[in-house]
């Protein structure tokens, strides 16, 4: 599948031309970076690996072609390597340069087609950048030029050079020498060079080292697939640099809806992580434009999406085509954005029949149940104009996900993917589902015993569907990671909660010591025994009993002091203030209590 090998930057002058594909992602290297690698050099005798690059081979049209290869990752790495050590020459003294200088033109430079008007040969520099920052980076990778500082230049590539050069301005001059030798005179391994080949599946390789901790993306795959065929239509060929006619179709669309700024292209590239590998926002977005476009089946996996965006991208034959498919991408992507991934993170959140989509997508995000956001965002588009018939139907999906959940219906969760294809298809789909859905009194049993994780959510939830009313001054709320999830009867309980109930839910007597146990750790995972507070318990106090557990003792403060939600002033202080006592009939009523606010709420 791939040769890794450890090797020095030597490597460069073995694989010719090194060509970062004309539509990758922009540099993005910060200070932070700069400094590691940095530092990576200069804190220690021999320097540490700086981790891998993945090149894939062309193959030669004619043998006396250069060698070339595209960086399929790495580039980010590649380009800080290649300004760290033109910046490193540029500040030797005329001697020393000279006795670097033919070394250097091997590694970083290569010869041009053309000549000076001498008929002597240009370098350029063998790496070969992408749109986006080749006039910077051919700028400061200039054999012929040294002075190349601009303080007032933005770009991150003169930045970077700026960074390196006045660091080695104060570094030992021996020191400097020592090292540029060791990089391109008498080099050491610094590198791992990840070869595959130029008909081998670029997917499969990244799946591999996925696996291993690599962060690789499917984006620029499927997005050099597009933009090849997009030359291929409109220049009658595929080309290394782009014509004119290609670039602006590329600026308008790919470029314009997803990285046409630093902060938008993190955006779509932030990341998060699906089983054991990382995926980006963008992947997910790309994933459910296949899924609508129904490109991609159930029984296909997400390292499946760049092939079979390949094969799609290579039936198109016209111009037109791939133009419509183009923009037709970038609205989705738009609503994707948007709706999905752009929210600050102290959106607030309120609880309205005729604003479903917020709380819809707060559930499936929170308890992992991302499956139906590719429905989801066909609904939005299709229902763009129609906000009453948008959410009519978003909340069919919103009966049947927590209606699955409550029942732990796995055999339907695990059909999902199957599903959302299906509702696409044919979105009356739905309502059959609908039809055959478990009667609502049978959710009761999944607040029997829940995570805390899920507690949280779903107390957040009802806590929402308490504050309705819009004319209420806190109708809305943020949800903050730092919540906590409390049991009113702890679970560490032996000490302070050691009277034992007499009978079980169903008015059954509990004769041995062993089934009031058992029945009492039952109830104590049940949603009815939880709250949310805006801040943890003392230790001293959470296995504490009742009065204490609200009240506080020594100083330390209780539930009382950390309660901003009516989920607990009302029904656990306000229930103590009153004279009840917090058991296990009272866990059982308070979970019915609010799994009838969940059928209100969410199963109307």
Aim: charged share 30%.
């Amino acid at each position: 599948m791939f040769d890794a090998e450890a090797k020095a930057l030597t490597f460069l002058s073995e694989a010719g031309i090194v060509r970062i594909p004309f539509f990758q992602r922009r540099y993005v290297w910060k200070e932070e970076n700069w400094s590691d690698l940095y530092d990576n050099f200069f804190d220690s005798e021999i320097p540490g690996f700086l981790g891998s690059i993945i090149l894939k081979g062309k193959k030669k049209i004619r043998v006396t072609d250069p060698s070339e290869c595209s960086v399929i990752d790495g580039q980010q790495r590649l380009t800080t390597l290649s300004i760290f050590v033109m910046a490193l020459y540029d500040t030797l003294n005329e001697n020393d340069k000279k006795f670097f200088y033919d070394d250097l033109k091997n590694v970083i430079f290569r010869k041009d087609n053309v000549q000076d008007e001498n008929g002597n040969p240009i370098y350029v520099p063998r790496v070969v950048h992408s749109h986006l920052d080749k006039t910077e980076f051919d700028r400061v990778i200039n054999l012929y030029e040294n002075n190349k500082i601009e303080e007032n230049d933005p770009s991150l590539i003169n930045q970077c050079y700026t960074y390196f050069y006045k660091r080695f301005l104060e570094e030992d001059y021996d020191n400097k020498k020592k090292l540029l030798n060791a990089l391109i005179t008498t080099p050491i391994e610094i590198l791992v060079v990840i070869s595959i080949s130029d008909d081998a599946d670029e997917q499969k390789v990244f799946d591999t080292l996925n696996s291993a901790g690599v962060r690789l993306t499917m984006a620029d795959t499927i997005k050099n697939f597009l933009f090849n065929r997009v030359s291929n239509l409109i220049d009658g060929t595929e080309r290394n640099d782009f014509s004119n006619k290609v670039i602006s179709l590329y600026n308008s669309t790919w470029e314009n809806y997803f990285c046409k700024d630093d902060n938008l292209d993190a955006l779509w590239n932030k990341e998060f992580v699906t089983g054991r590998i990382k995926r980006t926002n963008i992947d997910m977005f790309l994933h459910c434009y296949a899924t609508i476009k129904e490109l991609y089946n159930p029984v296909q996996t997400l390292s499946d999406l760049p092939n079979v965006y390949k094969d799609y991208i290579n039936k198109m034959n016209t111009e037109e085509e791939i133009k419509s498919f183009l923009n037709e991408m970038c609205e989705y992507a738009e609503l994707y954005k948007t709706n999905f991934i752009d929210k600050d993170e102290d959106y607030k959140y309120s609880y309205s029949r005729d604003n479903i989509l917020p709380r819809l997508l707060f559930f499936c995000d929170k308890l992992g149940t991302k499956t139906f956001n590719p429905y989801i965002l066909y609904l939005i588009k299709q229902y763009s104009n129609d906000e009453e018939k948008l959410n009519e139907e978003l909340h069919k999906i919103e009966k049947i996900i927590v209606l699955t959940y409550l029942n732990k219906n796995t055999s339907r969760s695990k059909n999902y993917n199957k599903l959302c294809v299906d509702f696409i298809k044919n979105p009356e789909r739905i309502n059959d589902e609908i039809a055959n859905m478990e009667d609502l009194d049978t959710g009761l049993v999944g607040l029997q015993r829940i995570t805390n994780g899920e507690a949280k959510v779903l107390l957040f939830l009802i806590e929402l569907y308490r504050r309705r009313d819009p004319m209420n001054d806190f109708h809305e709320l943020e949800f903050k990671d730092s919540y906590q999830l409390e049991h009113i009867m702890p679970e560490t309980w032996q000490t302070y909660w050691n009277l034992l109930p007499e009978k079980d839910d169903k008015g059954n007597e509990l004769i041995t010591i062993d089934d009031k146990v058992r029945y009492r750790n039952s109830k104590i995972k049940s949603l009815g025994n939880m709250t949310i507070l805006k801040d943890k318990l003392n230790n001293k106090i959470k296995n504490r009993s009742f009065d204490i557990k609200i009240e506080g003792i020594d100083n330390i403060p209780g539930i009382r002091t950390y309660t901003d939600f009516k989920i607990t002033t009302v029904d656990v202080i306000d229930y103590y203030d009153n004279g009840g006592e917090w058991n296990e009939e009272r866990i059982c009523n308070r979970t019915r209590d609010l799994y009838n606010e969940i059928k209100d709420a969410f199963l109307y």
